[in-house]
């Protein structure tokens, strides 16, 4: 698989290493009154879909950016590249 | 269907048209008592010791393709009882007992060969964890044998003992695990279960369950509705797709794990022997050929196979370790899809939903586990309570903080 970095081009995905569901991102509020609960299902539930899937994918060998990586997990065929960072702003974290 | 020396000689001067399908191929039934999704080693085993062990024989297995089309056909075939775990140790050396007397069980050549297994080690702290499971082992009743490097030796002296970074130190032997034919454990399950009256439905897919009021009714297949006091999922690979359609979210990726076959060659290995120091583990077939094994690819795969790195990653494994392998030439490799589970141990439980039964997440350690997962999950769908040796395995363990983690990597399913 060829994974094309926003920065870097197209980068062989053996310079990367694979965390999991982009979903990560969205950490839950520690606060909350169901926090338990919601950490649970951060942590240890998945959707784990066949087909379209956002995971996080960090270039080790290369930059060390965290990428989100839009892949079909049936067809291996990768959609979208997007920088974590852009990602995780535009949901509202790290202002 | 049964099969006899003379009956192989009688059909051979015959032309071979006097043979039977070793099941039927009935149409689905309006409802059952258990409906069972996946005809895989481990659906068929569980429909077997229904009928077999609770004498509950209004059961269907219902599989999408054909049986024993998934990972029970697409594994290495190794089976041990080696696990650290009080969670683990106890259900896999149930499950090496049911192996030894499977073929006895069910009058199917299985071809069980307990050839023992090999986990070399290659350093001082290696050896300790060796002795530390082999001691786990030994007192869950199962067989463990420290070996230093002469012992090794004289087993393999082919191996590359005196690798600068990986010297070969000892092994831990456990002489009773081996290989078994897999294809054949499929198939004599599925004989002895169709016998007792169990419906093998294939080409059947279940595309919606049907839930009113908490619990579950029966399933909508491609074939149609069928009424199920009780459904029990057994889908390993596919459980987060069959049981999102419960409305269920699962802690478990799916992985593509591969594993490789050599052309045929005269014996030379005549056990199973795993690589400390690098995914690589190897057999040798009755065919002759070397059966490999490695690691994950690591993302998230339905695929069903895998990408080069890994098939590289695995030959220099060999290379590492059998430096003889060089001139072997790899005849083939596939992919299995396997259910990671969040802490590398599966699941037997009831669900949320009453009459609603899941049964995965067995990693790549499914094979092994064949028969006492079947004999677990049909003393759960039997008796509504879990069977003695496989009380972990159950869905809500991480909210009880009761993970049993082998290899004690936290939440990473791709390193377990």
């Known amino acids: 698989m060829i994974i094309n970095h926003p920065i870097l081009g197209p980068r062989d995905f053996q310079e990367f290493t694979y965390l999991g569901d982009a979903s990560l991102i969205d950490r839950p509020d520690w606060q909350a009154d169901n926090a338990a609960d919601q950490f649970h299902d951060y942590l240890y539930l998945r959707d784990n879909p066949a087909g379209e899937h956002r995971e996080l994918w960090f270039h080790e060998q290369g930059d060390r950016s965290w990428l989100v990586v839009t892949r079909n997990t049936v067809t291996h065929e990768i959609l979208n590249v997007e920088l974590a960072r852009d990602v995780a702003r535009a949901r509202g974290r790290s202002k | ?416």
């Open chain 2, 1 to 416: 269907m049964r099969y006899s020396g003379l009956k192989v000689i009688k059909e051979a001067l015959t032309g071979h048209k006097g043979w039977r399908p070793t099941w039927r191929d009935p149409e689905p039934k309006k409802s059952y008592d258990v409906v069972i999704i996946g005809g895989g080693g481990h659906g068929l085993a569980t429909a077997y010791y229904l009928a077999k062990n609770h004498n509950i024989t209004n059961v269907a297995v219902i599989e999408k393709g054909w049986i024993g089309g998934g990972n029970v056909g697409r594994n290495t075939t190794i089976i041990r009882s080696n696990y650290l775990l009080d969670g683990n140790e106890p259900f896999y050396e149930l499950s090496l007992k049911l192996w030894e007397g499977l073929e006895q069980d069910f009058n199917y050549n299985a071809m069980v060969s307990q050839r023992g297994i090999l986990n070399l080690v290659h350093t001082d702290a290696q050896r300790d964890a060796a002795r530390r499971r082999g001691n786990a082992m030994i007192l869950n009743g199962s067989d463990a044998e420290l070996l230093d490097t002469d012992g090794v030796r004289a087993m393999y002296p082919f191996l590359n003992f005196n690798d600068a970074r990986f010297p070969i130190k000892g092994g831990l032997l456990h002489r009773r695990g081996g290989t078994v034919r897999h294809d054949a454990v499929a198939w004599g399950y599925a004989r002895g279960a169709d016998l007792r009256g169990v419906d093998i439905i294939q080409n059947c897919e279940v595309t919606g369950f049907k839930i009113e009021n908490g619990k579950c009714l029966g399933v909508e297949t491609t074939k149609g509705f069928i009424g199920a006091n009780k459904v029990a999922s057994c889908v390993a690979g596919s459980s987060s797709r069959v049981m999102e359609k419960a409305g269920m979210r699962l802690p478990i990726e799916s992985h593509v794990l591969q594993a490789f076959v050599s052309e045929g060659l005269k014996p030379v290995l005549d056990g199973v022997i795993t690589f400390g120091a690098g995914h690589f583990y190897c057999s040798q077939s009755d065919k002759g050929g070397l059966v490999f094994g490695g690691d994950l690819d690591m993302y998230n795969s339905y695929a069903q196979r895998g990408n080069l790195p890994v098939v590289e990653d695995v030959m220099e494994g060999g290379m590492a370790l059998i430096p003889a392998l060089g001139r072997v030439r790899m005849l083939r490799s596939w992919g299995g899809i396997m259910d990671m589970s969040m802490d590398g141990s599966p699941f037997i439980d009831k669900t949320h939903i009453d009459g609603l039964y899941f049964n995965g997440g067995w990693c790549y350690g499914g094979f092994k586990a064949t028969p006492a997962s079947g004999w677990c999950y049909a003393h759960l769908l039997a008796t509504d309570t879990p069977h003695k040796v496989a009380t972990a395995y159950r869905l809500d363990r991480f909210r009880r903080g009761c993970m049993i983690d082998e290899k004690g990597q936290g939440a990473q399913p791709n390193l377990h």
